[in-house]
């Protein structure tokens, strides 16, 4: 007889998860494509469904004993059409990616032969990976090792140029264009890239990872109008679990091109309890909390922004339209690395990120933050105009250091945690992320 109960069978990863759930509830945790799920998805992910295989398609499966799990994955497949507005005869989607970069690579997979050009967004410029990254030095993603790609770039202001992409696709020719970005605060001008796309013969996708729910909600322009193919993770702003989803017209046979692609071509069996907590999601994010959700996730980005510009912040765009804000620090002298190091320690979660201009990948000099973590908390503008002051604390903190100790990274972060400073810091936001709300208050 098995003994279930984790606290009983492993000690050691109980305290562990339990010591996350605490770093979790004490954090100010400001990464964009983070949230915090329902426990009604923790309980999809936790439950029987983990235990299938169930290779194949729904009703044509490779294993006995799937007609439990064939409903599950019709009923997520409907509720995908139905969330996003979208009618079975045009359109056709796949549940069973395991995440955003495996949705992507699958289309690419699908739709072309090794070999093929595609093109998006830059990294530096915001962009993810998986849309054909390479250094001059390297192909880093296997999407520029199997796919030739070259990318398009913001200016200098953070827009992305579409007048620059156009010329740079007429010229690249791509079969695939790619919008959709990892840290972009503005919107998408779809009508345009359906337009250049046009012009080259190239499919148009969109990768609406980050902004998935606000486009559910119809909080943003919708990619639907124009794109080919549309592909989105799970986890962010949809607040689902960690999965992936290929949306596909039913053009040229590209859904079946895509679905063997998923299925024999790069993953095995899918993650029923995934799919189960997706479908979970679904539903949830057709209700009106849902929409009222997702606008206070924009107001309140824009709002911080705007809290953030009086203390001398400065804002890639000058503002956000959805999620998340970019800022730049160079005005005050400090990299990203930095900033992301004292918040570190003073329980806030953000990542260094690349600002228009940076010279170096490697050398950030902005950050990249999102609210929807802390607005699924309940935040409200009292806290926002804390964290402002906060993270400019933190700034001057850095400087501070930088004055001091100097601006080499090991001799500015001697003996860091030792800082007065940081540490009254750390408590105040501990008493303030415990009268938030969390699983179970
Ligand atoms: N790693 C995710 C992000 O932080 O944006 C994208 O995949």
């Known amino acids: 007889m098995f003994v279930n109960n984790l606290v009983t069978v492993d000690k050691e990863v109980s305290n562990l998860i339990n010591e996350e759930f605490n770093r979790q509830k004490c954090n100010i945790e400001l990464i964009a494509s983070e949230n915090f799920t329902s426990l009604a998805v923790r309980e999809c992910l936790g439950s029987v469904l983990t235990n ?38 045009e359109w056709a989607v796949n549940v069973q990616p395991y995440s955003g970069s495996p949705a992507n690579f699958a289309v690419y997979t699908g739709l072309l032969n090794p070999g093929d050009r595609i093109m998006g967004l830059d990294l530096p410029s915001g962009g993810h990976l998986s849309h054909g990254f390479e250094t001059e030095k390297k192909k880093i993603s296997a999407t520029s090792i199997y796919f030739q790609s070259k990318p398009y770039k913001v200016n200098s202001d953070g827009w992305i140029d579409y007048d620059e992409l156009e010329i740079n696709a007429t010229d690249f020719k791509p079969n695939i264009l790619i919008c959709g970005a990892s840290a972009y605060p ?82 095995g069996g899918p993650h029923n309890h995934q799919i189960a907590g997706l479908a ?3 539903k ?26 009086k203390l001398g912040f400065e804002l890639s765009t000058d503002g956000t339209d959805n999620h998340l804000l970019l800022i730049k620090l160079k005005n005050f ?15 806030i979660s953000l990542n260094k990120n690349c600002v228009p201009g940076d ?3 490697l050398s950030p000099t902005g950050i990249r933050i999102g609210t929807p973590c802390m607005t699924t908390r309940g935040m409200n503008n009292e806290g926002w105009i ?22 080499k990274l090991r001799d500015w972060g001697k003996n860091i945690e030792e800082d007065v400073s940081i540490k009254e810091l750390r408590e105040e936001i501990i008493n303030y992320c415990k009268e938030l709300n969390f699983y179970e208050n």
């Open 52 to 89: 299938k295989y169930s290779e194949g398609r729904p009703n044509r499966r490779y294993y006995g004993g799937n007609e439990v799990i064939d409903k599950i994955e019709l009923l997520c497949e409907n509720r995908a059409l139905e969330a996003f507005g979208l009618n079975s005869t």
């Open 186 to 267: 503005r919107d998408f001008d779809y009508k345009r890239l359906r337009e250049i796309a046009d012009k080259i013969g190239a499919y148009l996708m969109a990768d609406i990872a980050h902004i998935s729910g606000l486009v559910v909600t119809k909080q943003m322009n919708n990619p639907f109008e124009y794109c080919d193919i549309v592909t989105s993770t799970t986890h962010k702003t949809l607040r689902g679990p960690r999965s992936g989803m290929i949306f596909v017209k039913k053009q040229d046979g590209n859904d079946r091109k895509i679905n063997e692609a998923v299925f024999p071509g790069l993953q």
């Open 280 to 282: 979970v999601q679904l």
């Open 284 to 309: 949830e994010v057709q209700k009106e909390e849902f929409k009222e959700y997702i606008k206070k996730v924009i107001s309140n980005a824009q709002f911080l922004g705007e809290e953030l510009k």
């Open 333 to 347: 002298g400090i990299t990203g690395s930095k900033m992301e190091k004292v918040c570190e320690l003073v329980n």
């Open 359 to 361: 010279k170096s990948a």
């Open 386 to 407: 804390k964290l402002a002051h906060w993270l400019k604390k933190c700034v001057d903190i850095c400087v501070e250091r930088q004055n001091r100790l100097g601006k």
